[in-house]
């Protein structure tokens, strides 16, 4: 698996990638397929992160009023603009 520690800071540090919110409570929201490294117990891979609120993360991991499909694409799309945050501000970048 691999973890990064700054990553997650970085993910902290962002708005929310799905409702804008900037509250206090946005963390790195781990991707919840199993083709990303989740498994029972365990956690998807550190580059599989969303910056997401208390609130979106919770409708995206307990929420009813999405379906599995909604779900999915609402985390795609925080997940391709976190990435792109992370590129712009130069967390991340090509060597």
């Known amino acids: 698996m691999y973890r990064n520690r700054k990553l997650l800071d970085a993910a902290r540090e962002l708005p929310c990638q799905h409702c804008g919110t900037q509250d206090g409570t946005v963390v790195a929201a781990h991707s919840n397929q199993l083709r990303d490294g ?41 997940h391709r603009k976190t990435i792109g945050l992370f590129f712009e501000r130069e967390i991340i970048g090509v060597l």
Not at 44 to 67: E, N, P, V
Request: net charge neutral; aromatic share 8%; hydrophobic share 30%.
């Open 38 to 78: 989740k498994g029972r117990g365990l956690k998807a891979h550190d580059y599989r992160i969303a910056s997401l609120c208390y609130k979106c993360h919770s409708d995206l991991d307990q929420g009813t009023h999405m379906s599995k499909a909604e779900r999915i694409e609402m985390w795609e799309e925080a």
